[in-house]
C-alpha cells in the first residue's frame, strides 16, 4: 500500500502560482510513477502531469504544459506540482495519484490516489 497526501492548494490570483506537494509512505517512493490529475464537480477527472519513478521521464497535458512542472524527491518521498501563469479554468480539486508502471494518463490507471486538495484561481 501506498498512501498519498496532498498539500499546499489555496485561493490565487489569475497570473499567480502555487506549488502542491503529494507525501508519501508505506513502500518504496521511488518505485511508483506519479501522476496529478485534477476534477471539477460534474466532469471527469483529467489528467495533468506525470512523472517517472527515477524522475527522468515527465508528460504534460496541453492545457498545461510551458506553465506547469512536475518534480520529485525520492529522498523525501515527496512529488510537487509546480503552477504558474494560473488561469481560472484551472480551478479544481488536484489529486496525486501513484502506479508502477510509466506512461498512464487515466484515472484508472493508477492504483493509490490521495484526498485532494482544493485550487481555486480567481479572475
Known amino acids: 500500500q501506498v498512501q498519498l497526501v496532498e498539500s499546499g492548494g489555496g485561493l490565487v490570483q489569475a497570473g499567480g502560482s502555487l506549488r502542491l506537494s503529494c507525501a508519501a509512505s508505506?513502500?518504496?517512493?521511488?518505485?511508483?510513477?506519479i501522476g496529478w490529475f485534477r476534477q471539477v464537480p460534474g466532469k471527469e477527472r483529467e489528467f495533468v502531469a506525470a512523472?517517472?519513478?527515477?524522475?527522468?521521464?515527465?508528460y504534460y497535458a496541453d492545457s498545461v504544459k510551458g506553465r506547469f512542472t512536475i518534480s520529485r524527491d525520492n529522498a523525501k518521498s515527496t512529488g510537487y506540482l509546480q503552477m504558474n501563469s494560473l488561469k481560472p479554468e484551472d480551478t479544481a480539486v488536484y489529486y496525486c495519484?501513484?502506479?508502477?508502471?510509466?506512461?498512464?494518463?487515466?484515472?484508472?490507471?493508477?492504483?493509490?490516489w490521495g484526498q485532494g486538495t482544493q485550487v481555486t484561481v480567481s479572475s
Open positions: 512523472i517517472s519513478g527515477g524522475g527522468g521521464r515527465t
Open positions: 508505506g513502500r518504496t517512493f521511488s518505485n511508483y510513477a
Open positions: 495519484a501513484a502506479r508502477m508502471l510509466w506512461g498512464g494518463t487515466e484515472p484508472k490507471q493508477y492504483d493509490y
